[in-house]
């Protein structure tokens, strides 16, 4: 489905065009990749709005780190507030008090999973440069200073504290933390895996009360993950609830500084739910948050009384199968304390809607076949939204503006391909990052009614450095399946392409619930390896199958309780559909993928043992009753209700379909998708008797990096496609 193209089949040519005449362009190599960053794109960081309306300020950085102010009418720096060199403190990221009199700054960030991190952090005073350490040089996790300007919230060694900024005490609000037991303020594994979250607490408006999520994990089972070292392997001992175990026992706790009370906000009498998002509800005395049942299938928006924990239901929205969590970062409530404003798939795409305080619908303020994929703001003054959808196409995302009545809705990006908004808090400009498919990112600062002021970052040194490269063509198309299901896709074919010869095919998956690899948007690193298949020889293909995102809840929702059956038979239909294609050397199909993907490319190998003749897997999901709770349950039910769900499509259990030539590979030091998956794989491929390539990497985590790793492995990953297609 590409909605609004008048052609099903259209041309991205990923060429640039200011190569020097004559000039004799380069194939992509791997070196040009992996070893000199020839590909890699500039952006700008650590933008924070400014309260005046006429500045922002951002994050610079030559030797040591800057925090520059920028005046958006030129779009100019005007001043310097923080040079990191003349305050001996080289940092990585800022954020600004609400008076802008303080400077918060981490530095020698520690990351411990995908988005946890420990740091050491400084408050500097801009009237007066005074730099004060928040804990010496000791690293605590999320600092965050609060709206009243005077003290800074953090978590250490599980418990959370404050500092008053004023006099310098420290106050430890809680002392139960415990590591594998406790924590408090701080999310555990899973739900910073699978609900995006880290920090686990938030200071309320009036800066007098610290709300914070407790995470009881101690019935959670341990998982050890072995890491290699000089003599003995170390035991890495973490909590981690793989499908159908415990979870972690959750409470939201208030607790108020000025009488160190603690209070508990009712949840309901069920311990077996999730309590994913924690928001204060306008004001400092009601606090709003999220409560979803262990099967992910019923979503309640509740508000508390802090000074009593009594809760009231406001909303409530359930599924015959899951529920997304839509009120995440789509929950904003208006500041005269009389509604506000979410989002929900409940009519089939994701649409806003506008609540009062009781949970009565005032108006649904969107409506269509298409999906918000942000909600960007509330003008409340001007009384209008802004938000980005996928109305023109979904391979595209653009920024749209609609009055709060729901009507005006106007289009505000004129150029195709992706954009993504950040507006600024009185909503008369916004910063633009845009890019296509042929086109890296591109940075610009914009006033309200869509009118460019000043580039900010164009990659134009990019765009010339690709210009001298041999780059194949880029092409979207859609094809149907015989049970008439239309998917889309893209190919990436060599430079020098001719349709009177055939080449071998080399298809990329993911294909997980809600994700989307077919999109109008640059492609980074793994489309430029792509580029290098192409000018070796090979046509690239991707499909993104059902189950996949962009396309509306039952699209999204066809692969509920059977994960791998539809996306296997999808990328199978689209190997047979691709290699009916004249050019298409159909005795020559292959399939790559990573995570989900390398899933799906086992799937396809197994499954598709007659159309595919070479997979590669990297870090693969073998068996999902190895993974974790939230994530497999949201999309299978648990093994308990619905095991054949679990067992079917599991790789483990077609190993004995395997033809073709499979290469398995792993960082043993995954903590996402465990080494175990690959373990038992392999087990299983032996006791087949089915002979296959493998390779792991030692200690590395689900993102196989870090060093010489990645060079390593796409070299090692070419010469396999190489020798065995």
């Known amino acids: 489905m590409m909605s609004k193209v008048k052609c099903s089949f259209f041309l991205l040519i990923m060429v640039t065009f200011l190569s020097a005449q004559g000039q004799q362009k380069k194939k992509v190599t791997l070196e040009d990749i992996f070893k000199s960053s020839t590909f890699s794109q500039k952006s700008v960081y650590g933008i924070n709005w400014m309260k005046d309306g006429n500045f922002y300020s951002s994050l610079s950085r030559e030797n040591v780190a800057k925090i520059v102010k920028i005046n958006l009418a030129s779009g100019e720096e005007e001043d310097v507030l923080v040079d990191g060199e003349q305050i001996g403190v080289d940092f990585t990221n800022y954020s600004l ?78 002392t139960d933390g415990k590591e594998n037991a406790i924590i408090n303020g701080a999310a555990d594994w899973v739900y910073e895996e699978e609900f995006s979250m880290a920090q686990a607490f938030a200071w309320s408006p009036d800066g007098n009360k610290i709300a914070f999520i407790r995470f009881d994990e101690s019935g959670v089972p341990i ?46 009498s069920d311990q077996d739910i999730y309590l994913p998002r924690i928001y204060w509800a306008g004001d400092a005395e009601k606090l709003a948050f999220i409560r979803l049942n262990r099967l992910q299938n019923q979503m309640d928006l509740l508000h508390a009384d802090v000074s009593s924990g009594k809760s009231t239901l406001i909303l409530h929205e359930e599924a015959a199968t899951y529920v997304d969590l839509d009120y995440n970062d789509n929950l904003q409530y208006l500041s005269d304390n009389k509604s506000f404003i ?50 023109i196409s979904p391979l595209e995302r653009h920024l749209y503006v609609i009055n709060l009545n729901g009507k005006g809705k106007k289009l505000l990006t004129q150029e195709s391909g992706t954009h993504s908004t950040n507006m600024s808090p009185d909503f008369k400009y916004y910063i633009n990052s845009h890019s296509t498919a042929n086109r890296p990112l591109s940075v610009s600062l914009y006033d309200a009614k869509g009118k460019k002021i000043k580039v900010l970052e164009s990659n134009d040194e990019l765009v010339e450095r690709i210009g001298g490269f041999e780059l194949g063509a880029k092409e979207f198309f859609s094809f149907q399946t015989v049970d008439g299901q239309e998917l889309n896709g893209y190919l990436i074919k060599p430079a020098d392409f001719d349709p009177n010869q055939t080449y071998p095919l080399f298809m990329y998956v993911y294909g997980g619930p809600g994700s989307q690899n077919v999109r109008n948007s640059w492609g980074g690193i793994r489309d430029f390896w792509h580029q290098h298949l192409a000018a070796e020889g090979y046509i690239v293909a991707c499909v993104d199958n059902r189950g996949t995102g962009g396309r509306g809840r039952d699209f999204k929702h066809m692969t509920y309780a059977n994960l791998g059956k539809l996306e296997t038979e999808d990328q199978i239909a689209a190997a047979k559909y691709l290699g009916d294609m004249s050019y298409i050397d159909r005795s020559r199909i292959g399939i790559w993928g990573w995570s989900y993907g390398g899933y799906m490319s086992s799937l396809a190998l197994m499954l598709g043992n007659d159309v ?14 190895y993974y974790d709770t939230i994530y497999t349950e949201r999309y299978l039910q648990t093994p308990q209700l619905n095991a054949k769900g679990y067992d079917d499509y599991s790789p483990i259990s077609h190993v004995d379909k395997l033809k073709g030539n499979f290469l398995l590979i792993h960082g043993t030091g995954d903590d996402n998708v465990h080494f175990q998956n690959s373990v038992d794989l392999v087990d299983a491929l032996v006791a087949a008797d089915k002979q296959f390539e493998s390779f792991y990497y030692p200690n590395r985590n689900h993102g196989i990096s870090g060093g010489n790793t990645s060079w390593h492995l796409y070299r090692m990953m070419t010469d396999f496609v190489k020798r065995k297609l």
Do not use: C
């Open 223 to 268: 998982f050890n993950m072995q890491l290699w070292g000089p003599l003995y392997p170390k035991d890495h001992l973490f909590k981690y609830p793989k499908a159908g175990e415990d979870n972690s026992k959750v409470a939201i706790h208030v607790y108020h500084l000025e009488s160190s009370n603690m209070v508990k906000m009712d949840a309901g």
């Open 342 to 391: 979410t989002t929900s798939e409940k009519d089939g795409f994701k649409h806003i809607y506008h609540y009062d305080m009781d949970g009565k619908l005032i108006r649904q303020l969107t409506s269509g076949d298409w999906e918000v994929s942000t909600l960007v703001g509330v003008d409340e003054k001007n009384k209008q939204i802004y938000f980005e959808s996928t109305e």
């Open 612 to 625: 595919f003749k070479t997979a590669i897997a990297v870090a693969p999901v073998t068996t999902w009753r």
């Open 97 to 174: 008090s609400a008076d802008e009199r303080f400077a918060l700054l981490s530095s020698k960030v520690e990351r411990i999973y995908r988005r946890s991190s420990k740091a050491i952090y400084h408050i500097v005073d801009l009237n007066t440069s005074d730099v004060q350490p928040i804990m010496g040089e000791e690293k605590v996790s999320y600092a965050t200073l609060s709206p009243d300007n005077t003290k800074v919230a953090f978590v250490k060694d599980n418990n959370l504290y404050y500092k008053n900024l004023l006099n310098g005490e420290i106050t430890q609000v809680t």
